[in-house]
């Protein structure tokens, strides 16, 4: 079945830039997404990506796509301490039951 | 409500006994999920209604969890005969049920079995 990797912790300096990875096994997926958890809340989307794009950029957020790879790559520029929480990579395929797999999320760290 | 809306935030149970945990998703969305997360493991899928069509069961981990769907609204994810390894944060979403959708999530039922 579907799976998707994500490490589990990112500790970064307040201004530096984040970056968290995912690697993802279907290569059917059409969607891919990241998610923001913060503590004691649901999921968030924070933004996604279609799979016939290599780039998007949303103010401080960058999402790179290798699909040869099956890599996708969240970049926080000027990463703040509002920022610390959990990033889930979770992918879907359109056609059928639509149902996201998502990784094990990343918990980022930004401390002064 | 503008969100989706779950209950209880926190259960609290022992071993054996039956838990219902609630989720009133978003006025309007088709879709419904219910999602389950345990420390350090991610979210693991345990249900999916759309619309009027049967519901897939597939992630639900053994017969003794159920869910129900009333009236394409509110739905009620059931435990029976609970164990510990039953702890964890279950998650409810709902979306307007197209393919290309985004997932609204509720603040989660944290359910501890003792």
């Known amino acids: 079945g579907e799976d998707v990797e994500q490490s589990l912790f990112l500790s970064v300096r307040e201004g530096d830039s984040s970056v968290i990875n995912c690697t993802y096994t279907?290569?059917?997926?059409?969607?891919l997404y990241w998610y923001k958890q913060e503590p004691g809340a649901g999921l968030q989307l924070l933004t996604y990506?279609?799979?016939?794009?290599d780039m998007k950029q949303d103010q401080r957020l960058t999402v790179l796509l290798n699909k040869k790879d099956k890599h996708l790559s969240l970049r926080i520029a000027d990463t703040q301490t509002g920022d610390s929480a959990i990033y889930f990579c979770a992918e879907g395929t359109s056609g059928g039951s639509y149902i996201p797999t998502f990784g094990r999320g990343t918990s980022l760290i930004v401390h002064p | 409500g503008a969100g989706v809306s779950q209950s209880p935030s926190n259960k609290v149970t022992e071993k054996g006994k039956d838990v219902e945990l609630r989720c009133d998703p978003i006025s309007g969305h088709t879709a419904l999920y219910w999602y389950r997360q345990s420390l350090g493991q991610g979210l693991e899928f345990l249900i999916y209604?759309?619309?009027?069509?049967?519901?897939?069961k597939s992630g639900l981990p053994s017969d003794r969890f159920s869910a129900e769907r009333t009236g394409g609204s509110v739905s009620t994810l059931t435990i029976q005969r609970t164990q510990q390894e039953d702890s964890a944060v279950y998650l409810c979403?709902?979306?307007?049920?197209?393919?290309?959708?985004?997932?609204?999530f509720g603040e989660g039922s944290r359910l501890t079995v003792l």
């Open positions: 279907d290569s059917s997926s059409t969607y």
């Open positions: 209604f759309q619309g009027n069509s049967a519901p897939d």
């Open positions: 990506i279609f799979s016939n794009m």
């Open positions: 979403a709902s979306s307007l049920g197209k393919n290309t959708g985004e997932l609204f």
